[in-house]
């Protein structure tokens, strides 16, 4: 999963969002900084990212790619997923994708200053090319690969990556849906089970 799933499966709370944004740039000891909803929020992602990387739908979906992408064929699949849930929004949301996007914008960028470094080197982009809003299109999906490619060690392979979606993408849209329920009952579990614990402490 990336940007748009994660935050669509943080809820409503801003420091669960934020920490699920986050959380990737954390590292070993790092979490121990983080508390309260924010530290559930990085606990969360993690939960999630587990559960895609393990799942056999996800599974399927991604083989596709490997042939081209190989090791990065589950960055690749993340950010088709994406694609597909900003494709399907009204079936997960009943407000608009632009509006919760501007409202996700606005919650990262309200706590710029407590952001680690390394989310402020890349949220800016993230805003000003409405990246949640354009995963919608598939030219959108393909900016942000060439975003990567360029800034990181993922190849750019869009041609052919625009021809598996072509030839497969009905099968792409149903793994999609079938996974994504899946993982909203997932995280549903995560967040009871957090909960029971905590009141332990």
Same mark, same amino acid.
């Given at each position: 999963?990336?940007?748009?799933?994660?935050?669509?499966?943080?809820?409503?709370?801003?420091?669960?969002?934020?920490?699920?944004?986050?959380?990737?740039?954390?590292?070993?000891?790092?979490?121990?900084?983080?508390?309260?909803?924010?530290?559930?929020?990085?606990?969360?992602?993690?939960?999630?990212?587990?559960?895609?990387?393990?799942?056999?739908?996800?599974?399927?979906?991604?083989?596709?790619?490997?042939?081209?992408?190989?090791?990065?064929?589950?960055?690749?699949?993340?950010?088709?997923?994406?694609?597909?849930?900003?494709?399907?929004?009204?079936?997960?949301?009943?407000?608009?994708?632009?509006?919760?996007?501007?409202?996700?914008?606005?919650?990262?960028?309200?706590?710029?200053?407590?952001?680690?470094?390394?989310?402020?080197?890349?949220?800016?982009?993230?805003?000003?090319?409405?990246?949640?809003?354009?995963?919608?299109?598939?030219?959108?999906?393909?900016?942000?690969?060439?975003?990567? &490619?360029?800034?990181?060690?993922?190849?750019?392979?869009?041609?052919?990556?625009?021809?598996?979606? &072509?030839?497969?993408?009905?099968?792409?849209?149903?793994?999609?849906?079938?996974?994504?329920?899946?993982?909203?009952?997932?995280?549903?579990?995560?967040?009871?089970?957090?909960?029971?614990?905590?009141?332990?402490?």
């Amino acid at each position: 999963m990336n940007y748009l799933a994660h935050l669509y499966l943080s809820g409503k709370s801003k420091d669960v969002m934020v920490g699920n944004f986050i959380a990737d740039v954390i590292k070993g000891r790092q979490i121990e900084q983080y508390s309260g909803e924010v530290l559930y929020g990085i606990r969360l992602h993690r939960v999630i990212d587990q559960f895609i990387d393990t799942h056999p739908i996800a599974a399927k979906s991604r083989a596709r790619f490997y042939p081209v992408y190989h090791h990065y064929s589950g960055v690749v699949n993340d950010m088709v997923y994406d694609h597909l849930l900003a494709q399907n929004w009204n079936h997960y949301s009943d407000e608009p994708l632009w509006k919760y996007s501007i409202y996700c914008y606005a919650v990262l960028l309200s706590r710029w200053f407590s952001l680690p470094v390394a989310v402020r080197s890349f949220l800016p982009n993230v805003v000003l090319n409405r990246r949640l809003t354009e995963y919608a299109k598939i030219s959108g999906l393909m900016d942000s690969l060439k975003v990567m &490619s360029r800034s990181t060690s993922l190849p750019d392979h869009s041609e052919e990556l625009e021809k598996i979606l &072509s030839l497969h993408y009905d099968e792409f849209k149903s793994e999609f849906r079938a996974f994504f329920g899946e993982m909203i009952a997932e995280v549903e579990r995560f967040k009871a089970s957090y909960q029971e614990s905590s009141k332990d402490l």
